[in-house]
């Protein structure tokens, strides 16, 4: 499973109900559908960078998940159905990485000194 971001934006005359039935709506539809979501942040009503159907305004909703991308395909389409979503755009997320070990599995560092020497560059002065 991947890690996804979906970012939706919903009409300024929504009721503040019917945002929380579509935030709901996604959660169901992600669980529904074997995905885990990690967090669901409503940022609530802020302007928009260009108007978008005659309003300067929209409800901005973030869901944060982990999913496989027919989940992806299948939110993406309910959103294009759904009359109350202006815009939106998912993105996948890179996938995290184990942190490298700071020693080598011997020990050993790499280096040869024994780690009580300081490096120091002298600096020539230049007339």
């Known amino acids: 499973m991947q890690r996804y971001e979906t970012l939706f934006i919903l009409h300024p005359d929504v009721p503040e109900a019917q945002v929380r039935e579509t935030i709901d709506r996604t959660r169901k539809l992600i669980e529904a559908m074997e995905g885990h979501v990690a967090d669901i942040q409503d940022w609530g009503l802020r302007g928009l960078a260009y108007p978008i159907e005659k309003q300067s305004r929209g409800n901005y909703v973030l869901a944060q998940y982990e999913a496989s991308s027919a989940v992806v395909n299948e939110l993406e389409r309910t959103m294009k159905l759904s009359d109350e979503v202006v815009r939106f755009v998912s993105v996948r997320m890179p996938q995290l990485e184990p942190a490298a070990p700071e020693k080598e599995p ?18 020539e002065e230049g007339d």
């Open 106 to 123: 011997n020990g050993d560092t790499g280096d040869s000194s024994d780690g009580d020497e300081v490096a120091t560059k002298s600096v």
